[in-house]
């Protein structure tokens, strides 16, 4: 269960990422959104799938996790941009070790009920994928899809490196 062992902004953070959180840039004439879908893979260090789910264009995911110093709940929220991997939005309880806003990357602001969001990131991931060390079950790192999918990271992967790669299959 995401709720489980959050920090004291859940409830607001969770209120405003709702459905829309993850949809990202409008969607342009190329695409109608939803009528091309990717898929959103989770890849082991020895190059096997461990989790696969499909991510229609013009919608997202955000990756869920607590922070190890804090244990407050942080988000970071993706798009499929018309096949391209986009850092959205973040979600932040505070400027604790490793987190914080740098000017020119998104636009600051604060969050209902405390922390703050980084809005408008709309920064691309360079070749679609990225690695990610995940980390214990305490912090919990997990992926939810637009659509409501759930990946539990921590639970398949804790302790390891995985890559967290949009297959466009192109």
């Excluded at 190890?68 to 850092?87: H, P």
């Excluded at 939005?89 to 604790?96: I, K």
């Excluded at 969001?117 to 790192?141: F, K, Q, T």
């Amino acid at each position: 269960m995401i709720l489980r062992g959050f920090g004291r902004p859940l409830l607001a953070a969770l209120l405003l990422l709702s459905i829309t959180a993850c949809a990202g840039p409008k969607s342009r004439h190329e695409t109608k959104p939803g009528t091309v879908v990717d898929h959103l893979e989770v890849i082991a260090a020895n190059g096997s799938v461990l989790a696969r789910t499909d991510i229609p264009r013009q919608s997202g995911w955000c990756l869920y996790w607590n922070h190890s110093v804090t244990g407050d709940g942080v988000i970071d929220c993706y798009v499929d941009d018309l096949g391209k991997m986009v850092l959205h939005r973040a979600y932040q309880p505070d400027f604790a070790a490793g987190l914080g806003h740098y000017p020119g990357r998104g636009i600051l602001t604060s969050a209902e009920g405390g922390g703050y969001w980084i809005e408008d990131i709309d920064e691309p991931v360079r070749n679609n994928a990225y690695v990610l060390r995940v980390g214990s079950l305490a912090v919990n790192h997990r992926i939810v899809t637009t659509d409501g999918d759930e990946i539990y990271l921590s639970k398949m992967a804790e302790h390891t490196r995985v890559t967290i790669r949009l297959d466009t299959g192109e």
